[in-house]
């Protein structure tokens, strides 16, 4: 009788030990539940083609999906350091919403008028509300316009602070402001500078939060009217490709940038027609920017399905 016990106890528990293997050698997760757990591509790829070789010191095109989700497309030096120059207003645009009311009231002063810096528009005694100075800050890329909005507040050096801590808070590591327009110091000084890749992640946040501010740059021309409502002058953006590409109706926004240190830049945001996901181009350093972003958004047209 123990020895039928003895064998019995063993077979249970060879039974046990078979069971236990098998409960441990069992995936932790289905194939098909693998499969559900992989998100789709935010684009397509259409066709093989090479990039365009752009003589442009960085560049970068990122898509961008209604989840948030992104896909860097093409790249080139995506976190090379260059200078941005006008690009520079899109973060004083978004400083200047979070400090001031949309209707607080900026009067031109002389310090915002120094010689040589503007096309002449605005004028030495000029009122406006916040929002309609960001129409010339934005689509002519008017540099008074940049030089008032960081004076309003009293402290222009704590505004410059401020945009700053706007781009740390977004972990744009790449980049480092200076002043409110991107012009190119006239006193030894810092210039602004950024990568492409920070400026394409700018451009997703701009996506997201600031709508409005990508909406002051779709269109070629808008009304600039001062504080009382009266006409002041028409404001003709400096963005040709809002004109001349058979997609320019796609562009949502964007914005241009040249000196002499940085050359010829644009940040340019499109949703591509019947596409629920953005395309955030960049491109830094160009001989010719328009040239250039047309070359590499035609590209992208053919070898994705966006």
């Known amino acids: 009788m123990k020895q039928k016990l003895f064998i019995f106890w063993l077979i249970s528990l060879a039974?046990?030990?078979?069971?236990?293997?098998?409960?441990?050698?069992?995936?932790?997760?289905?194939?098909a539940e693998v499969e559900l757990n992989i998100p789709e591509p935010i684009v397509k790829l259409k066709t093989n083609s090479s990039p365009p070789a752009l003589g442009a010191r960085a560049f970068i095109s990122m898509a961008l999906a209604p989840d948030g989700r992104t896909e860097v497309l093409v790249e080139k030096d995506a976190h090379q350091r260059w200078p941005i120059a006008s690009i520079t207003k899109f973060f004083t645009a978004s400083v200047a919403?979070?400090?001031?009311?949309?209707?607080?009231?900026?009067?031109?002063?002389?310090?915002?008028?120094?010689?040589?810096?503007?096309?002449?528009?605005?004028?030495?005694?000029?009122s406006f509300r916040v929002n309609d100075l960001l129409i010339p800050l934005l689509?002519?890329?008017?540099?008074?316009?940049?030089?008032?909005?960081?004076?309003?507040?009293?402290?222009?050096?704590?505004?410059?602070?401020t945009m700053n801590d706007f781009a740390a808070e977004l972990n744009l590591n790449d980049t480092t402001l200076f002043n409110p327009n991107g012009l190119d110091p006239e006193i030894p000084g810092g210039v602004n500078y950024s990568s492409v890749h920070d400026l394409a992640m700018l451009g997703k946040w701009l996506i997201r939060h600031r709508p409005e501010l990508l909406a002051a740059t779709r269109d070629s021309s808008a009304v600039v009217r001062q504080s009382d409502g009266s006409f002041h002058h028409q404001a003709e953006s400096t963005n040709?490709?809002?004109?001349?590409?058979?997609?320019?109706?796609?562009?949502?926004?964007g914005k241009t940038g040249q000196t002499d240190l940085a050359g010829k830049n644009l940040l340019l945001i499109l949703r591509p027609t019947g596409s629920l996901n953005y395309l955030v181009n960049v491109i830094l350093g160009s001989p010719d920017h328009f040239a250039e972003m047309s070359e590499l958004t035609n590209w992208i047209y053919k070898t994705y399905q966006l």
Not at 150 to 158: I, M, Q, V
Not at 242 to 249: H, M, R, V, Y
Request: charge should be negative.
């Open 15 to 31: 039974l046990v030990a078979g069971l236990i293997f098998l409960a441990d050698s069992r995936p932790l997760v289905s194939s």
């Open 97 to 126: 919403l979070n400090k001031y009311l949309p209707d607080q009231v900026i009067t031109l002063a002389q310090a915002d008028l120094p010689e040589n810096v503007d096309r002449g528009f605005l004028r030495l005694g000029d």
């Open 139 to 161: 689509l002519e890329s008017s540099n008074n316009s940049a030089v008032a909005l960081a004076r309003a507040g009293g402290d222009s050096a704590n505004f410059i602070r």
């Open 240 to 253: 040709i490709l809002l004109k001349t590409e058979p997609w320019s109706g796609d562009i949502i926004g």
